[in-house]
């Protein structure tokens, strides 16, 4: 079955380290690939996004994640968190070949802290 | 622009009742997903309206739960003789088209008793 494996379930960190949340899924067919962030009493909101072409993709609170087809993974860095990062962040698959629907990750906390 | 809304914010009701989730998407957006999210889960995926039709409804996990969008805006979720199990925050998305990013709304927490 498809899924979407999230590694850490918590990440505390100390502001301005760098992060690193992975993110790995089951397939190497087309894929769509998604972070979310969800900040405390919010909703559901698009980090960052791969669809095709550089497999670098960047948001724009820099925040960064990288395609890797060969080890079908996606994780997320930042070279310096702040505490308002401290968030949810899940990680979003949708396969090409398999409707619309996207596949989440089970979360990762990043808590930072001073 | 307005974002996704969706209604209540909050339900709590008693075990065997009948609840309705109401999510109004992104003015547009022909596409309408409803996702539930149990405690310490990433999001799951019920059902998928392109426009007014039911183009997947694969993950709604038994015939207890139905979802319209009748005039292919809004969309009702519906969820017959709930249960405790039913507990979750359920999230309404939309996008443009299948194929484009879902934009998620802030959820609905129903709380069955």
């Known amino acids: 079955a498809q899924s979407v494996t999230q590694l850490d379930s918590q990440v505390p960190v100390f502001e301005e380290a760098p992060v690193e949340l992975r993110c790995n899924y089951s397939s190497s067919v087309s894929v769509y690939l998604f972070w979310y962030v969800q900040y405390p009493n919010q909703g559901l909101q698009l980090l960052l996004k791969y669809l095709s072409g550089s497999t670098l993709v960047e948001s724009i609170n820099g925040f960064e994640a990288e395609f890797n087809k060969s080890q079908t993974s996606f994780h997320l860095r930042k070279p310096s968190v702040h505490i308002s990062d401290t968030a949810e962040y899940f990680c979003a698959v949708r396969y090409n070949q398999a409707g619309t629907a996207l596949i989440f990750g089970k979360g990762t906390t990043l808590s930072v802290s001073s | ?113």
């Open chain 2, 1 to 113: 622009g307005a974002g996704v809304s969706q209604t209540p914010s909050n339900k709590v009701t008693e075990k065997g009742k009948y609840v309705e989730l109401r999510c109004d998407p992104i003015s547009g957006h022909t596409a309408l997903y409803w996702y539930r999210q149990s405690l310490g889960q990433g999001p799951e995926f019920l059902i998928y309206f392109q426009g007014t039709g039911a183009a997947d409804d694969s993950g709604l996990p038994n015939d207890r739960f139905f979802a319209v969008r009748p005039e292919g805006s809004v969309s009702t979720l519906k969820i017959q003789r709930t249960e405790r199990g039913d507990s979750a925050v359920y999230l309404c998305a939309s996008s443009i088209s299948r194929r484009d990013t879902q934009y998620f709304g802030p959820g609905t927490r129903l709380t069955v008793l």
